[in-house]
């Protein structure tokens, strides 16, 4: 069976102790189901896992946010972007519950939801880091998309397709209630920014990707250089003195491991690829937070329970579970 974590975390107070969110939130998309996700993933006993395989001290609420409070009645375009006012209320409200677990120097598995959530917890933990560590944090983005759409040059008006641009400023916003509220201290610098696992990449993102440099692994990358190459130079473009978030879409899997997500793209990563992802970052003992996203347990009735399994199997692996 798995061993307790030895690696040594620099950069939390309390590695062992694990703060848990779980964001029943679709707003980012248009597919009903991902918001079941949270649910599905802890009741496949994900947490009593980690508690009891890995050691660690859970702190969770016990609920699952719907935020359904949070959530205008009336909520128009805005700039080309779809339900922007509820995915900026949701995600202010997740970014201060995340900053909250990370200002005390615990770990935060955030569990989604789609990947416009991003923009919360990201947020969160790049203020705590900053104001514990007064440092930057460096964000890998495992991924098919690159979730970097300006919402004008947005293809489907989506906000899971924008995250990375609000939190890098290359889109901006000054309305309060539309993400107006993502202040300097919430965003990450592009040079911080590495993608992994990339395939679907819309023709403004690449345009992006290029001129401002961003570090981007695509699948191409992989096939040339093996995964374990791979990683490793994602990890030296980000320096073994910075902390990392790492916000895992769980369609950077290809659909054969995990078919039941929203917007599935084929010749993605194993399971396995993933998992080494995840154990190559927690070996670097530099991990401070961790989202699992785009689980969709009402696609595909038959790959289901398989892209759940998949989705804890990468938790398991970014907190530590070793195959030995
Ligand atoms: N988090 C995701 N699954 N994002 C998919 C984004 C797809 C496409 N690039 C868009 O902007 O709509
Ligand atoms: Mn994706
Ligand atoms: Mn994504």
């Known amino acids: 069976m798995t061993q307790p974590s030895t690696i040594p975390s620099r950069f939390l107070s309390h590695p062992n102790h694990l703060g848990v969110v779980a964001v029943g939130f679709n707003g980012g998309q248009m597919k009903k189901g991902v918001e079941a996700a949270p649910m599905a993933l802890i009741e496949s006993g994900l947490l009593t896992q980690l508690s ?20 205008p009645a009336e909520d128009p375009d805005h700039r080309n972007m779809k339900k922007p006012r509820a995915v900026s209320a949701v995600t202010e409200r997740l970014s201060s519950q995340v900053y909250n677990y990370a200002k005390d120097g615990k770990f935060v598995l955030t569990l989604g939801g789609d990947h416009s959530i991003a923009i919360g917890t990201v947020s969160g933990t790049a203020k705590a880091i900053r104001e514990r560590l007064g440092r930057e ?12 759409n300006v919402p004008e040059m947005s293809p489907s008006g989506n906000i899971h397709g924008m995250p990375m641009a609000f939190l ?9 209630d539309i993400f107006g509220w993502l202040k300097d201290e919430h965003i990450i610098s592009t040079r911080k920014l590495v993608y992994i696992g990339l395939r679907d990449v819309d023709r403004g993102e690449k345009k992006l990707l290029r001129e401002h440099g961003i570090k981007a692994f695509s699948m191409h990358d992989i096939d040339r250089h093996g995964i374990g ?7 030296a473009h980000i320096g073994n003195d910075t902390p990392i978030h790492l916000s895992f879409d769980v369609d950077a899997l290809d659909p054969q491991w995990a078919p039941s ?3 599935p793209v084929r010749g993605g990563l194993t399971l396995r690829e993933g998992d080494f992802i995840c154990e190559c970052v927690h070996e670097t003992g530099n991990l401070v937070a961790m989202d699992l996203v785009e689980v969709n347990p009402s696609l595909e009735a038959v790959g289901a329970a398989e892209t759940i399994r998949a989705g804890c199997s990468l938790v398991r692996s970014a907190l530590g579970d070793t195959l030995l």
């Open 229 to 235: 190459r791979v990683v490793e130079m994602a990890l």
């Open 261 to 263: 997500t929203g917007t």
């Open 168 to 176: 890098t400023r290359l889109a901006r916003e000054d309305r309060p």
């Open 137 to 148: 944090m460096a964000v890998i983005w495992v991924d098919a998309h690159a979730d970097i």
């Open 52 to 71: 009891e395989d890995l050691d660690y001290e859970i702190h969770h609420d016990d609920t699952i946010h719907y935020y359904e409070n949070d959530i």
